[in-house]
Protein backbone atom coordinates (compact mmCIF):
# COMPACT_ATOMS: atom_id res chain seq x y z
CA UNK A 1 0.00 0.00 0.00
CA UNK A 2 1.69 3.45 -1.03
CA UNK A 3 1.91 6.03 1.53
CA UNK A 4 0.07 8.85 0.83
CA UNK A 5 2.38 11.64 2.15
CA UNK A 6 -0.56 14.49 2.24
CA UNK A 7 -1.97 11.94 5.69
CA UNK A 8 1.62 10.53 6.32
CA UNK A 9 3.94 13.22 5.91
CA UNK A 10 7.93 12.61 6.02
CA UNK A 11 9.41 11.04 8.85
CA UNK A 12 12.43 12.95 10.53
CA UNK A 13 14.65 11.15 12.65
CA UNK A 14 16.86 13.62 14.85
CA UNK A 15 18.92 13.71 17.94
CA UNK A 16 17.07 12.56 21.15
CA UNK A 17 17.33 16.37 21.80
CA UNK A 18 16.40 17.85 19.17
CA UNK A 19 13.73 15.78 18.73
CA UNK A 20 12.51 16.24 22.87
CA UNK A 21 13.51 19.89 23.05
CA UNK A 22 10.55 20.60 20.47
CA UNK A 23 7.76 19.41 23.67
CA UNK A 24 7.34 23.44 24.51
CA UNK A 25 9.71 26.35 23.35
CA UNK A 26 9.70 26.92 27.17
CA UNK A 27 11.94 24.19 28.24
CA UNK A 28 14.84 21.60 27.17
CA UNK A 29 14.69 18.63 29.03
CA UNK A 30 18.70 17.91 28.56
CA UNK A 31 19.84 21.54 29.03
CA UNK A 32 21.70 20.65 32.41
CA UNK A 33 22.94 17.52 31.26
CA UNK A 34 23.92 18.14 27.03
CA UNK A 35 22.24 14.23 26.19
CA UNK A 36 24.39 10.77 25.21
CA UNK A 37 27.07 9.14 27.21
CA UNK A 38 27.06 12.17 29.45
CA UNK A 39 23.77 11.20 30.76
CA UNK A 40 23.83 8.64 33.60
CA UNK A 41 21.09 6.28 33.90
CA UNK A 42 21.09 6.96 37.67
CA UNK A 43 20.57 10.59 36.54
CA UNK A 44 17.61 10.08 34.02
CA UNK A 45 15.72 8.30 36.71
CA UNK A 46 14.10 10.09 39.16
CA UNK A 47 11.12 8.44 40.42
CA UNK A 48 11.82 8.58 44.10
CA UNK A 49 12.19 12.43 43.98
CA UNK A 50 8.89 12.33 42.58
CA UNK A 51 9.48 12.02 38.72
CA UNK A 52 7.94 9.46 36.52
CA UNK A 53 10.84 8.65 34.18
CA UNK A 54 10.97 4.98 33.31
CA UNK A 55 7.23 4.69 34.72
CA UNK A 56 4.35 3.80 32.90
CA UNK A 57 1.38 6.26 33.09
CA UNK A 58 -2.37 4.49 32.76
CA UNK A 59 -4.74 6.66 31.56
CA UNK A 60 -8.07 6.33 34.20
CA UNK A 61 -11.16 5.42 32.78
CA UNK A 62 -12.36 8.77 33.43
CA UNK A 63 -10.06 9.98 30.88
CA UNK A 64 -11.70 12.86 28.94
CA UNK A 65 -9.19 13.52 26.33
CA UNK A 66 -10.19 11.39 23.48
CA UNK A 67 -6.21 11.69 22.28
CA UNK A 68 -5.33 9.20 25.48
CA UNK A 69 -8.25 7.20 26.23
CA UNK A 70 -7.32 3.60 27.43
CA UNK A 71 -3.74 4.49 26.55
CA UNK A 72 -0.24 3.24 28.11
CA UNK A 73 2.50 5.80 27.90
CA UNK A 74 6.08 4.75 29.03
CA UNK A 75 7.60 7.99 30.07
CA UNK A 76 11.28 9.27 28.85
CA UNK A 77 12.28 12.08 30.56
CA UNK A 78 10.05 14.06 33.52
CA UNK A 79 11.68 17.03 35.16
CA UNK A 80 10.51 20.16 36.62
CA UNK A 81 10.51 21.62 33.38
CA UNK A 82 7.69 19.19 31.63
CA UNK A 83 7.30 15.48 30.78
CA UNK A 84 7.88 13.64 27.68
CA UNK A 85 6.50 10.20 26.49
CA UNK A 86 5.58 7.57 24.21
CA UNK A 87 2.11 5.33 23.68
CA UNK A 88 3.34 1.77 23.49
CA UNK A 89 -0.22 0.53 22.83
CA UNK A 90 -1.80 2.23 19.79
CA UNK A 91 -0.57 1.33 16.22
CA UNK A 92 0.82 3.48 13.15
CA UNK A 93 -1.78 4.28 11.14
CA UNK A 94 -1.00 3.37 7.13
CA UNK A 95 2.48 2.76 7.60
CA UNK A 96 4.91 -0.02 8.55
CA UNK A 97 8.30 -0.55 9.28
CA UNK A 98 9.53 -1.78 5.92
CA UNK A 99 7.20 1.25 4.06
CA UNK A 100 9.17 3.55 6.61
CA UNK A 101 12.29 2.38 5.75
CA UNK A 102 11.46 2.58 1.86
CA UNK A 103 10.23 6.49 2.59
CA UNK A 104 13.61 7.42 4.45
CA UNK A 105 15.65 5.48 1.70
CA UNK A 106 17.23 3.48 4.38
CA UNK A 107 16.35 1.02 1.32
CA UNK A 108 15.12 0.32 -1.95
CA UNK A 109 11.94 -1.09 -2.61
CA UNK A 110 13.19 -4.09 -3.56
CA UNK A 111 14.86 -4.86 -0.50
CA UNK A 112 11.85 -4.64 1.84
CA UNK A 113 11.44 -8.56 0.64
CA UNK A 114 14.78 -9.67 2.08
CA UNK A 115 14.90 -7.73 5.78
CA UNK A 116 15.58 -9.65 8.61
CA UNK A 117 12.31 -11.39 10.29
CA UNK A 118 13.09 -8.92 13.50
CA UNK A 119 12.74 -5.75 11.09
CA UNK A 120 9.91 -7.24 9.26
CA UNK A 121 7.69 -7.45 11.60
CA UNK A 122 8.71 -4.40 13.81
CA UNK A 123 5.86 -2.18 15.49
CA UNK A 124 5.41 1.05 14.04
CA UNK A 125 3.23 2.97 17.03
CA UNK A 126 1.40 6.15 17.30
CA UNK A 127 3.24 7.36 20.14
CA UNK A 128 1.40 10.48 20.87
CA UNK A 129 -0.11 13.26 19.26
CA UNK A 130 2.54 15.91 19.18
CA UNK A 131 4.72 16.47 16.34
CA UNK A 132 3.95 12.57 14.71
CA UNK A 133 6.24 13.46 11.70
CA UNK A 134 9.27 12.97 13.80
CA UNK A 135 10.21 9.60 14.85
CA UNK A 136 11.75 7.70 17.82
CA UNK A 137 13.06 4.18 19.07
CA UNK A 138 12.63 2.83 22.30
CA UNK A 139 14.65 -0.22 22.52
CA UNK A 140 16.64 -2.74 24.57
CA UNK A 141 19.80 -1.53 26.24
CA UNK A 142 21.98 -3.80 24.74
CA UNK A 143 22.43 -1.33 21.74
CA UNK A 144 23.66 2.40 22.13
CA UNK A 145 24.83 5.12 19.62
CA UNK A 146 27.53 7.76 21.08
CA UNK A 147 25.52 11.01 22.06
CA UNK A 148 22.73 9.98 20.64
CA UNK A 149 21.04 7.13 22.83
CA UNK A 150 19.51 8.00 25.83
CA UNK A 151 19.16 5.18 29.01
CA UNK A 152 16.33 5.75 30.34
CA UNK A 153 16.15 2.94 32.81
CA UNK A 154 14.96 -0.95 33.47
CA UNK A 155 16.90 -2.17 30.33
CA UNK A 156 15.17 0.53 28.50
CA UNK A 157 17.05 3.46 26.34
CA UNK A 158 15.86 5.40 23.65
CA UNK A 159 17.19 6.54 20.20
CA UNK A 160 16.20 8.72 17.61
CA UNK A 161 18.52 9.11 15.02
CA UNK A 162 18.41 7.34 11.02
CA UNK A 163 21.19 5.49 12.05
CA UNK A 164 19.38 2.89 14.31
CA UNK A 165 17.00 2.19 11.42
CA UNK A 166 20.02 1.23 9.46
CA UNK A 167 21.22 -1.20 12.27
CA UNK A 168 18.00 -2.71 12.60
CA UNK A 169 17.68 -2.96 8.94
CA UNK A 170 20.51 -5.18 8.84
CA UNK A 171 20.01 -7.24 11.70
CA UNK A 172 22.72 -5.39 13.82
CA UNK A 173 20.03 -3.48 16.19
CA UNK A 174 18.77 -3.70 19.38
CA UNK A 175 17.76 -7.35 20.61
CA UNK A 176 14.22 -5.87 21.21
CA UNK A 177 12.87 -2.45 20.04
CA UNK A 178 9.51 -0.31 18.60
CA UNK A 179 8.90 2.52 16.63
CA UNK A 180 6.81 5.37 17.63
CA UNK A 181 6.14 8.65 15.34
CA UNK A 182 4.61 11.02 17.41
CA UNK A 183 4.79 11.64 21.43
CA UNK A 184 3.11 12.96 24.86
CA UNK A 185 4.32 15.93 25.99
CA UNK A 186 3.81 17.84 28.73
CA UNK A 187 4.51 21.48 29.62
CA UNK A 188 6.04 22.24 33.26
CA UNK A 189 3.36 21.14 36.21
CA UNK A 190 1.10 19.63 33.86
CA UNK A 191 1.39 15.87 34.56
CA UNK A 192 1.66 16.53 38.03
CA UNK A 193 -1.52 18.88 37.54
CA UNK A 194 -3.38 15.71 35.50
CA UNK A 195 -2.42 13.20 38.22
CA UNK A 196 -3.66 15.36 40.91
CA UNK A 197 -6.89 14.89 38.85
CA UNK A 198 -6.69 11.50 38.71
CA UNK A 199 -6.39 11.21 34.97
CA UNK A 200 -3.38 8.66 35.46
CA UNK A 201 -1.83 5.71 37.14
CA UNK A 202 1.47 5.13 37.69
CA UNK A 203 3.61 1.57 38.46
CA UNK A 204 6.75 0.89 37.47
CA UNK A 205 7.64 -0.19 33.56
CA UNK A 206 8.10 -4.01 32.60
CA UNK A 207 10.29 -4.51 29.27
CA UNK A 208 8.04 -7.31 28.31
CA UNK A 209 5.11 -5.34 28.09
CA UNK A 210 6.63 -2.01 26.20
CA UNK A 211 8.07 -3.92 23.88
CA UNK A 212 5.64 -7.03 22.79
CA UNK A 213 3.07 -7.19 19.85
CA UNK A 214 -0.06 -7.58 21.92
CA UNK A 215 -1.35 -4.15 21.54
CA UNK A 216 -5.34 -4.84 21.79
CA UNK A 217 -4.62 -6.20 25.89
CA UNK A 218 -1.92 -3.93 26.84
CA UNK A 219 -3.98 -1.62 28.99
CA UNK A 220 -5.49 -4.67 30.92
CA UNK A 221 -2.26 -5.82 31.64
CA UNK A 222 -0.92 -2.61 32.47
CA UNK A 223 -3.78 -2.35 35.24
CA UNK A 224 -2.76 -5.83 36.58
CA UNK A 225 1.01 -4.64 36.52
CA UNK A 226 -0.59 -2.16 38.90
CA UNK A 227 -2.20 -4.62 41.24
CA UNK A 228 -5.70 -2.88 40.13
CA UNK A 229 -8.27 -4.34 38.88
CA UNK A 230 -9.76 -2.56 36.22
CA UNK A 231 -13.18 -4.13 36.21
CA UNK A 232 -13.92 -2.80 39.60
CA UNK A 233 -11.99 0.68 39.46
CA UNK A 234 -14.02 3.91 39.25
CA UNK A 235 -12.23 7.00 37.95
CA UNK A 236 -10.63 7.77 41.35
CA UNK A 237 -6.92 7.35 41.08
CA UNK A 238 -3.70 6.31 42.79
CA UNK A 239 -0.38 5.72 42.96
CA UNK A 240 0.57 1.97 42.40
Not at 23 to 36: E, I, K, L, P, T
Request: aromatic share 8%.
Amino acid sequence: MPIIWRTCPSIYFSGVKAATAIVSSSFDFYRACDMGSKLSPSASRQSQSGYFDGQLLIAMPGMLDDRFARSVIYVCAHSEEGAMGIIVNRPAERVDFPQLLVQLKVIGPDEAIRLPAEASSMLVLSGGPVDTSRGFVLHSNDFSIDNSTLPIGGGVSLTATIDILRAIARGAGPGRAVVALGYAGWAAGQLEAEMQHNGWLNCPADPSLIFDSALDSKYERAFRMAGVDLGQLSSDAGNA
